[in-house]
């Protein structure tokens, strides 16, 4: 182990000098310059969203409100001269993140559960540290230690419905979007977290409350918290211990703003029923329960028509149900609500491809692998090319898929094979 180390350690200093972090002035590995740094953070910002569910768009005014908040703590941050963005994602689930460069986002799922702007200042300030502090792009580093530089920055990916579909960046930015962080991180992120919420007026012990709240929570096993915030962000009694310390030496008191975060999330609060209409929905549907979640997706739809998630989910039921021609005009639906989106795209060009569209498929499946590249989207842009007699367009499709594993990159390399053998 000790040579291993060493090894390493000799690595890291023949490719490179150490920095000082720009937080806490300690010094450090540094592989990646800055502006390497802040491109690859907008490069995958996008692409990040759209695989963690896309921009929540019914309400604009919400977003703004997370920007004025974020923007407030970053300019009292260590590195107030990052890009810094802000989103709101539309996902359930409880998770706020940061990309490299200040790109950073926040669930709808976790707004829902916050209960005043200091809260909500505390998750920003936290993921604010992560960026300011470098945090993905050591993990990134880490990663290419270990790997010696192996396309793919040896990070894990997640367990979730893109494992493996994702190609390039998108990849790379869902591994730092989902991936965890260390004891060491999660404190440090902590600790300057609170420092900004007290240079921007903010009550620091919003910050405790959320860490007991969440440490309890976890004690539970909480299943919605434990596939987000939980998996990214482990809490600790050593963490809410550490909160509380700093807090009594620095001061409690500050702005709360409950009747603000009240009024900002009217509208999300409104909405909820429908939300969770469709995560029922959603969850039926994979119990093979089609009839029950068709119900409750019109539901969800009679509540929120502008929605384009609802329309997505209830097309995918009636693909499900071989009803092609229906999900056909929900899919239709979720892309004029939505175009932007990858994910309602894909889906899309897949059923206009099952129902022989194939000019239909071809510009879905394009844009949708523009925005976010996906080995099944290359694959069925393959499928397109094959049936429209262009072999030559249909095996690059092919090759690029097969770069893949599973299923989709057995299928393409089987299907590369046989376009070989036809000449």
Known sequence: MFFRCLGLAILALTLAGCAKN???????????????????????????????????????????????????????????????????????????????GGKIAINRGLLAKLQDEAQLASVLGHEIVHAAARHSVQRMQQGMLI????????????????????????????????????????????????????????DPTAAVELQQIFFELSKGQNPDFIQGLFATHPPSAARV????ALVNKVGAGGYRGKDV?????????????????????RKLASEGKTDEALKEINEAIKLAPDEALFYSLRG???????????????????????????????????????LNNLDEARENLTQANRVVPTSIGFLRMGDVAARQGNKDEAAGYYRKAAEAGGDVGNEARQKLEALNRQG
């Open 22 to 100: 720009p937080v806490t002035g300690e010094s450090q590995l540094s592989l990646i310059a800055e502006d390497k740094e802040l491109a690859m953070g907008a490069e995958q910002y996008t692409p990040t969203q759209q695989t963690q569910g896309g921009q929540f768009y019914l309400d604009p005014e919400l977003t703004i409100y997370v920007r004025e908040v974020g923007q407030k703590l970053a300019r009292v941050s260590d590195r107030p001269d990052l890009p810094y963005e802000f989103v709101v994602l539309n996902s359930s689930v409880p998770n706020a993140w940061a990309l490299p």
């Open 147 to 202: 790997s010696a530089g192996v396309a793919g920055l040896g990070i894990a990916m997640s367990d979730n419905e893109w494992a493996g579909l994702l190609m390039g960046g998108a990849a790379v930015g869902a591994q730092l979007a989902l991936a965890q962080y260390s004891q060491g991180d999660e404190l440090e992120s902590d600790y300057y977290g609170i420092l900004y919420m007290r240079r921007a007026g903010y």
């Open 241 to 244: 211990k550490a909160n509380q």
């Open 261 to 281: 975060y009240d009024r900002k999330l009217a509208t999300l609060r409104k909405l909820q029923p429908a939300y969770d209409a469709h995560d029922k929905a």
């Open 316 to 354: 995918q039921i009636y693909k499900g149900m071989k009803k092609p021609d229906q999900a056909s005009k929900d899919f239709d639906k979720a892309v004029s609500l939505y175009p932007e989106m990858f994910l309602y795209r894909l889906y899309n060009g897949m059923n206009a491809l099952e």
